[in-house]
């Protein structure tokens, strides 16, 4: 009943930057977490930020001082601006969320948008 789109994904250099977004619609009563997490050939998914209901943020050591994440509630989007991208930042990017609805609470993910990053 929730459904969650990303764009903003391509290519891009290393040192360039790049803004994912991620627009949630359906059955919401509030999102308690909303975030991003990446899998890349071969290698387990991994949680790359995160944003809670409170506001409070979660990194990954490896993006921090370089991502950022951000919403917008109003639209039942999140953002994640990507700077300073290096060649390991390639990977498929999946769009999360744990969100209550009228009767229960779910996770959710995107279909995800592929990163390419190149040296």
């Known amino acids: 009943q929730v459904q969650l789109v990303e764009s903003g994904g391509g290519l891009v250099q290393a040192g360039g930057s790049l803004r994912l977004s991620c627009a949630a619609s359906g059955s919401i009563f509030r999102f308690n977490a909303m975030g991003w997490y990446r899998q890349a050939p071969g290698k387990q998914r991994e949680l790359v930020a995160i944003?809670?209901?409170?506001?409070?943020?979660n990194y990954a050591d490896s993006v921090k001082g370089r991502f950022t994440i951000s919403r917008d509630n109003a639209k039942n989007t999140v953002y994640l601006q990507m700077n300073s991208l290096k060649p390991e930042d390639t990977a498929v990017y999946y769009c999360?969320?744990?969100?209550?609805?009228?009767?229960?609470?779910?996770?959710?993910w995107g279909q995800g948008t592929q990163v390419t990053v190149s040296s």
């Open positions: 999360y969320c744990n969100v209550q609805e009228r009767l229960r609470v779910s996770d959710y």
């Open positions: 944003i809670f209901s409170g506001g409070s943020t």
